[in-house]
């Protein structure tokens, strides 16, 4: 059976990857970014790579947070539904705790990666509970477990941190109410992955490979990068803030 997914932040990095990598399998995609351009483009290259393949796109900006849910609304209508939404969006902005105008890019990045998240994920919910069922997968990020030093990190983790929450919170729900077997969650944390946000890490292509089976396999929470950091997933919250200097 065809699968129908959305991906939120689909014209760049992890999100372009995935998407990519979803069409090869036949999924058909529903692809929202605020990068009208970039969007164009990116329906061009799977419209040559994948001419069998349904791509539907709408350029949406999360922080415009009351309008997440009409798009979704008229993609899911196009697409006669959808099965997956994967939440991925996400900025990393800001400087030092502190400096000079760093609150502005701060406060943009906690509206963009942890309001604009929740807000594409209440509305996935809303919709997998009318047609009892769906898939709500969101890209989180190990900075979640444990704040680190680092230009922008602090508001970065502050999001993350968020989002990890709510995901916990949304599955309590579900299984409270038994929906947490046809409506299932999961939270992706990616260590360092090579993209416009990211010079050092994982190939996006590797990092995406890896978030495609999480996705397909309904993984509730996975940790997307080599056996090190897999392992610093749990060592992470108690180790001295002095060597988790040495993560950075």
């Given at each position: 059976m065809t699968k129908r997914i959305l991906i939120v932040g689909a014209a760049?990095?992890?999100?372009?990857?995935?998407?990519?990598?979803?069409?090869?399998?036949?999924?058909?995609?529903?692809?929202?970014?605020?990068?009208?351009?970039a969007l164009?483009?990116?329906?061009a290259l799977l419209g040559s790579r994948y001419p069998g393949v349904r791509v539907e796109t709408e350029v949406l900006n999360i922080t415009d947070y009351y309008r997440v849910g009409p798009v979704f609304d008229e993609l899911a209508q196009r697409l006669g539904g959808l099965d997956i939404v994967f939440a991925n969006a996400g900025i990393d902005l800001g400087s030092e705790v502190g400096d000079a105008d760093n609150f502005p890019d701060v406060r943009k990045t906690i509206e963009v990666n942890l309001l604009g998240?929740?807000?594409?994920?209440?509305?996935?919910i809303s919709l997998f509970k009318k047609q009892g069922h769906g898939h709500i997968a969101v890209t989180s990020s190990?900075?979640?477990?444990?704040?680190?030093?680092?230009?922008?990190?602090?508001?970065?983790?502050?999001?993350?941190s968020g989002i990890n929450r709510y995901m916990e919170s949304l599955y309590a729900e579900l299984m409270r109410d038994g929906?947490?077997?046809?409506?299932?969650?999961?939270?992706?944390?990616?260590?360092?992955?090579?993209?416009?946000?990211?010079?050092?890490?994982?190939?996006v292509t590797v990092a995406a490979k890896a978030i495609v089976k999480a996705i397909e396999t309904r993984k509730r929470s996975?940790?997307?990068?080599?056996?090190l950091w897999n392992i610093a997933r749990w060592l992470?919250?108690?180790?001295?803030?002095?060597?988790?200097?040495?993560f950075d």
């Open positions: 760049s990095g992890i999100g372009k990857e995935v998407s990519l990598q979803l069409a090869a399998k036949g999924y058909q995609l529903a692809l929202v970014d605020m990068n009208g351009q164009v483009e990116m329906k998240a929740i807000a594409c994920i209440d509305k996935a190990l900075s979640a477990i444990r704040g680190m030093a680092g230009n922008g990190y602090a508001g970065y983790s502050a999001s993350k929906l947490h077997k046809s409506i299932t969650t999961g939270t992706i944390m990616p260590g360092h992955v090579i993209t416009p946000m990211e010079d050092k890490g994982m190939s996975v940790v997307i990068t080599g056996l992470m919250p108690i180790l001295p803030t002095r060597l988790m200097l040495a």
